[in-house]
């Protein structure tokens, strides 16, 4: 049975729309702090972190009302990436830890990503069950007035953050000497991020810092890497790091301006972890990535294993196969070794400490030649568009086109209102000509 609300990252959509405001984020709170209170686990705490959207404002009273009603004390944190929140549910040991953010999207997007007390995102089985919460009557869930929970401030949320990064490194790691451009998207590490590289001793360069509410990933951040690469040039970084809204996504640039994608960064730590003896099985990929870095792993006997897209779909297969990498192109990268989902601020220090001795950006991760590859992603009302009989016939006429070729992926975005269509080959020709015609008859 598919889930009512939950998508493939937490629950997203337009502010005010039918499941993105107060009265259902009320009812988010109140089924998710009533289901987590039941385990008897821990301590009766929530932690809620958001990004820097407008939105935020409406939306946390809303769910700090409904956790609170269910009995959990709640801790604020503000503003702070979302490995950040992640980090902090698992450390100060509570039963569970909310995200508010629509990561990517625009900032008339919100909504919300879910931990349990071991910092990992939330099971298909445990989203169901808090559905099914969701939708029982309200009363049945509230708490009597004296066990009604209380909340808290914490305004050592960032600071805390960074130091649980650091800690992954030795003391003697510093950034003397390094020129880094940071966009922070106007987003959730817009405080974190330059903070944490200008500890380490960097000259940092800091871009996309000033959140208005309304103009987070507008022309900025991850999903607009012209401008990191623009900045790089500017400033004659050594390097460019570009994060999303919630920065758990890091897109990078090296000192020619070249921009290095997700794929190409899990390249550089593949290699990098298996020459240091710290890779653990191979790397998880999903069905986005690039064919190069498939061939890639193939020729430097890196196991290689694609998943759904999502990084939650990535981590769970990790698990399955005790991998300790893996991410997806747009730049979610899973380090096992150090944390429980994608961050982009761990990956960029994972990076730079690689860099340290002086090697050049370019020389790190220029690893492998990328297969040609277009995406589209096309704005639809319906993104059960994809299972109409013309639709699939559609698709089919295009993969027996690129068959032997290549590959075309056609898949319903998890986040947005789109449909996702990708192809992939060496044929350029081919390949333009049969992502045309599936995008054509889906518009």
Known sequence: MSKKYFGTDGIRGAINSKNINGDMFFKFGLASGTYFKSQKKRKQIAIIAKDTRLSGYTLEPALVSG??????????????????????????????????????????????????????????????NIEKLIDKKIANNLSKPEKLGRVKRLETGTKKYIKILKRNFNKEFNL???????????????????ELLKSLGAKVIAIGIKPNGLNINKNCGSTFPNKIR????????????SLDGDADR????????????????????????????????????????????EKYFKSNDIKFIRANVGDRYVKEKMQK??????????????????????????????????????????????????????????QV???NIINK???????????KL???????????????????????????????????IITKKIN
Request: aromatic letters at 6%; charged letters at 25%.
């Open 176 to 194: 003397r000497g390094l020129r880094i451009v940071i966009d922070c998207a106007n987003g959730a590490g817009y405080k974190a991020g330059p």
């Open 67 to 128: 956790l609170t009603s269910a009995g959990m004390h709640v801790y604020t944190l503000g503003p702070l990436p979302t490995n950040g929140l992640a980090m902090l549910t698992k450390e100060l040991k509570a039963n569970m830890g909310i995200m508010i953010t629509a990561s990517h999207n625009p900032h008339f997007d919100n909504g919300l990503k879910l931990f349990g007390p071991d910092g990992m995102k939330l099971s298909d089985k445990i989203e169901k």
């Open 321 to 378: 196969y005790k991998f300790n990498l893996g991410g997806e192109q747009s730049g979610h990268i899973i380090l096992g070794k150090f944390a429980t989902t994608g961050d982009g601020l761990l990956v960029a220090l994972e990076a730079l400490f690689a860099l340290r001795k002086g090697k050049k950006t370019s020389e790190f991760f220029q690893k492998f030649k990328k297969t040609p590859q277009i995406l589209e992603n096309i």
């Open 230 to 241: 623009l900045a790089v040039k500017k400033y004659k970084a050594h390097i460019g790091i």
């Open 402 to 436: 690129i068959r032997g070729q290549g590959r075309i992926l056609v898949r319903k975005s998890g986040t947005e209102s789109k449909i996702r269509v990708m192809g992939e080959s060496e044929n350029k020709s081919l390949l333009l000509k049969c992502v045309n």
């Open 389 to 399: 009989p013309e639709v699939k016939k559609t698709i089919k006429i295009a993969e």
């Open 250 to 293: 890091i897109i990078m640039c090296d000192e020619n301006s070249n921009i290095i994608d997700g794929d190409q960064i899990i390249a550089a730590l593949a290699i990098r972890w298996k020459n240091k003896k710290m890779l653990k099985g191979g790397v998880i990929g999903t069905l986005m990535s690039n064919y190069g870095l």
């Open 381 to 383: 009302k319906n993104r």
